[in-house]
């Protein structure tokens, strides 16, 4: 697990692909050329050798054009020839006066077709190319789709990792001021979205700027007018792209914003099902959800109108623009100044100019989302933890569980003292507990000795050992921890008590069951310890799933062994079948138990007695009951009743 708490940036994760995408960029601007250059060619091949009939021909020794034994040869542009071959609604005429065709010889097919050979041969190998540069283009654009994704994909798997392992790295403290449903967006939704950045970002904007520049340098080499007159058109539509860009980018952050709160929404309400429907509070918790899926609907809405008049309005500029190039270019090719081939080129390639430039503001919408989510998402991979650089190096050896605070002071929030000047010694195999009021820091000082949060002033020891020496997974390796609300993981049993650790074996597994009595309870089920855990273990009874968690605990051999309320909901039986396994665990580790229930620990070797966040008594039961203060109190509250 990761554990490098060093500024991260997206560079870092795009650097080591950079061949990768050198390659698609490459395969982008391969793939766009073949694009460019399909309707060059049929511009060609209706310019050189399907509309050539006006085109002169001169008698010629060398000639590659033979008709009745004489042998011909095509006049260049701008030169006059003899024999001209003029179509009419009759046929083919072989003649010298282009005005009157008639006057000249009708040719039949075969004549036509040995005059035309050249022409026939020149529209069969660009009409070769012309499939060539398809069946390229697919296969390069396949090859460039499959290296972009699976190098976006690539980055996204490092990526999720790397957030995922910030936050098992994160204090306990993150977890307090983090809505959990926007934790998951970002580990889920938003890195799908930076992975759009990879796939239509990059491979868009590149394509389509190619796209827009090679156009415009080809329609400016074939007609310089038609190209200004397309020119023309262009600051429309770069304005309506503008204007287009700015209001989808306000709608896309209200989505994201409200898409957050449903989840957050989603995530408390489906952890809290239970209360809710205890408390009778689904029809107000459905409002509540509906708001903000309102929310949501009018947002998306609102992007569908912008899209929706976004797109007819580029189609109606680019219709009228075709419209007007095929006005100006057909009067232009009546007069002889541009040819049909080229006019036809023209229409092709102004389809084409209009697809970039909308595919540019329609990129930039998801440039905009993928901005977004990279800033979330780097926003928590950069979060400032409390615990940064305080990772000890240190290896615990000859282990003995005593623990030592001294003078310690520990706030969650800032000046807000929970512990004031605590200090108190907890020797190896001793079975201590806390006592105290609601509030009083028991649960804190537990919190402190696993090091899931960081005290503000004082020392503690772990086996006369400062531990901010230790890296906190060091510590906690020797600690077994049982809380009073148990956690089940979906899964089975087995797997519940091992938590995937395959150094636990199975023999282990069921001496940990017997010892906190848990072997009927597990011979009762129809597939034993494979039995299948619903989500937090909803079908077993609260007793059940506290044994687990013993079970859990007991298999990992802790050397210390701390108790949180570990006996307070559940009913008396099981209280005395966790007691009788709780006396067994704790004969040769370090035992803490944090307990209302002075019957579950009265044994205690010391108890420790907190009042408003200080130690108020210590000692054993015996020395706290002739003390007369406030361990007394509680004692005959409980045992009166």
């Known amino acids: 697990m990761d554990q490098d708490f060093n500024d991260y940036h997206l560079k870092d994760y795009l650097k080591p692909h950079w061949k990768q995408f050198l390659v698609v960029i490459l395969l982008i601007l391969v793939v766009t050329g073949f694009n460019l250059l399909r309707p060059k060619i049929l511009q060609v091949a209706i ?27 095509r006049m260049e542009e701008g030169e006059k020839g003899e024999y001209y071959l003029v179509q009419t609604e009759k046929g083919f005429y072989w003649t010298t006066d282009q005005n009157n065709p008639e006057s ?28 060539l540069t398809v069946v390229s283009g697919f296969a390069l654009s396949y090859g460039q789709v499959y290296l972009l994704n699976r190098t976006g994909q690539s980055i996204i798997y490092k990526l999720r990792k790397d957030l995922y392992a910030r936050l098992l790295n994160q204090s306990m403290k993150f977890f307090d001021t983090r809505p959990l449903g926007n934790l998951v967006t970002r580990v889920t939704n938003d890195t799908e979205n930076l992975n759009e950045l990879f796939v239509s970002v990059l491979s868009g904007l590149i394509r389509n700027l190619i796209m827009v520049a090679g156009i415009l340098v080809i329609m400016f080499s074939m007609d310089m007018r038609l190209a200004f007159f397309v020119l023309l058109i262009t600051p429309v539509i770069v304005l309506i792209s503008v204007l287009f860009r700015k209001q989808v980018r306000k709608v896309y952050q209200w989505e994201r914003s409200v898409l957050s709160k449903i989840n957050n929404h989603l ?43 976004f797109r007819p309005g580029i189609e109606l500029i680019r219709a009228l623009a075709i419209s007007l190039l095929i006005y100006f270019g057909g009067r232009g090719y009546l007069a002889q100044t541009i040819s049909f081939g080229v006019l036809y080129a023209f229409v092709d390639y102004i389809q084409q100019f209009f697809m970039p430039i909308l595919n540019l503001a329609e990129t930039y919408n998801v440039y905009q989302s993928a901005s977004t989510s990279s800033d979330r998402i780097f926003s928590l991979l950069n979060e400032d933890n409390e615990m940064a650089g305080l990772f000890g190096k240190r290896k615990i050896e000859n282990f003995r569980g005593k623990i ?67 890296d906190p997974e060091e510590i906690r390796k020797f600690i077994g921890f049982v809380q009073q609300d148990v956690f089940l993981f979906t899964g089975t049993i087995y797997d519940n008590i091992t938590l995937g650790n395959p150094e636990i074996s199975r023999e282990t597994v069921e001496q940990a069951i017997k010892d906190v009595n848990l072997t009927g309870f597990i011979e009762r089920l129809p597939q034993g310890l494979e039995t299948p ?10 007793g059940e799933r506290q044994l687990l968690s013993f079970a859990r605990t007991l298999v990992r051999d802790p050397g210390i062994l701390i108790l949180d309320e570990a006996t307070a909901n559940i009913d008396t039986e099981t209280e005395l079948m966790i007691q009788e396994a709780l006396n067994k665990m704790s004969k040769s ?41 406030i361990f007394k109190v509680l004692y005959e509250l409980q045992y009166e009743q």
């Open 533 to 542: 855990v619903m989500e937090r273990g909803a079908t077993f009874s609260a």
């Open 47 to 73: 310019d050189d050798h399907i509309d050539v009939l006006d085109q002169s021909y001169r008698e010629s020794a060398d000639g590659e054009i033979e008709l009745n034994g004489s042998r011909f040869t």
């Open 404 to 470: 030592e605070f001294k003078n310690v002071w520990f706030a969650y929030v800032k000046e807000e003292w929970v512990l004031k000047d605590v200090s108190f010694v907890i020797e190896p195999c001793e079975l201590v507990a806390f006592v105290g009021a609601t509030g009083a820091g028991k649960s804190s000082i537990i919190n402190l000795i696993g090091r899931y949060y960081e005290i503000q002033k004082g020392q503690i020891l772990f086996d006369d050992v400062d531990i901010m020496e230790y």
């Open 589 to 629: 580790r370090t035992t803490i138990a944090i307990a209302h229930r002075i019957s579950t620990i009265a044994d205690a070797d010391n108890i420790i007695v907190l009042s408003h966040g200080e130690i108020a008594e210590e000692g054993n039961r015996e020395e706290l009951i002739e003390k007369d203060g």
């Open 267 to 309: 995530s408390e309400d489906l952890s809290g099902m239970r209360m809710i429907q205890i408390l009778n509070r689904e029809k107000g918790i459905y409002k509540e959800f509906d708001i903000e899926n309102r929310d949501y609907r009018n947002a998306t809405r609102r992007e569908v109108l912008l899209f929706s008049m």
């Open 104 to 131: 000249g010889v009708l040719l039949n097919e075969d004549q036509v077709m040995n005059l035309r050979q050249g022409d026939f041969r020149g529209v069969i190998t660009l009409a070769l190319i012309y499939l």
